[in-house]
């Protein structure tokens, strides 16, 4: 079964310092890997997605995630955080071939501090 | 830019009541789904729709719950009989058809059972 796994609860970090949040995914074929970003009481919007070619993949808002699949990982960097990317961020895996679902991790909130 | 929408984005019902929560999704798309995130926990897969019938479903989604196409527009999920344990945001996506691999969620609709 499909499984994915962000063991960073909650990561604060400071306004312009490095971010990367982690994902490690577990997946029986080519995985489609997604990070979705939820701010307070607002729904889910996709930052960005991979499912082949390069496996630096750059997406909205000034995010990039890289897959290793030697590490089954798919991890979510932003070399400068702003206040404004204080959220929930999840990781999810699905095969999208048919109509198969997307499995989320558990989420990292993160916070930021002037 | 096209998205997906949901109403009511906030319900109260009294436990034991049937409640319908609506969603219109991206016109061409192919794909249709309902997740459900409790407060605090990660998002949870409950149905996926395709052709007019379930194509997967999962443990939550019994027999008190069933979705429906009407009119070929409107993508409802209905609970028959609500539990407490029912409240929870409810997340309507869709996805397009072919090589249109990410879903579109809408913001959501926060269902409190009282």
């Known amino acids: 079964a499909q499984s994915v796994t962000q063991p960073d609860i909650h990561i604060t970090v400071s306004e312009g310092a490095s971010l990367e949040l982690r994902c490690n995914y577990s997946y029986g074929a080519t995985p489609y890997l997604f990070w979705y970003v939820q701010s307070p009481g607002q729904g889910l919007q996709l930052l960005l997605k991979?499912?082949?070619?390069?496996?630096l993949v750059q997406g909205i808002k000034g995010f990039e995630a890289e897959f290793k699949r030697s590490q089954s990982s798919f991890n979510l960097r932003k070399p400068s955080v702003h206040w404004s990317d204080a959220a929930e961020y999840f990781c999810a895996v699905g095969a999208l071939r048919g109509n198969e679902k997307l499995t989320f991790g558990t989420g990292t909130r993160l916070t930021i501090i002037p | 830019e096209p998205e997906v929408t949901q109403t009511p984005s906030h319900q109260v019902t009294q436990m034991g009541q049937e409640v319908i929560l609506r969603c219109v999704p991206i016109?061409?798309?192919?794909?249709f789904y309902w997740y459900r995130q409790i407060l605090g926990q990660k998002v949870e897969f409950l149905v996926s729709f395709y052709n007019n019938e379930i194509s997967e479903k999962s443990e939550i989604f019994d027999d008190q719950f069933s979705v429906e196409r009407p009119d070929g527009s409107n993508f409802t999920l209905k609970i028959r009989s609500t539990k407490l344990e029912d409240s929870a945001m409810y997340f309507c996506?869709?996805?397009?058809?072919?090589?249109?691999?990410?879903?579109?969620f809408g913001q959501g609709t926060r269902l409190t059972v009282v």
């Open positions: 996506a869709s996805r397009g058809p072919g090589e249109q691999i990410e879903a579109f």
């Open positions: 991979y499912f082949s070619g390069d496996t």
């Open positions: 016109s061409n798309h192919l794909y």
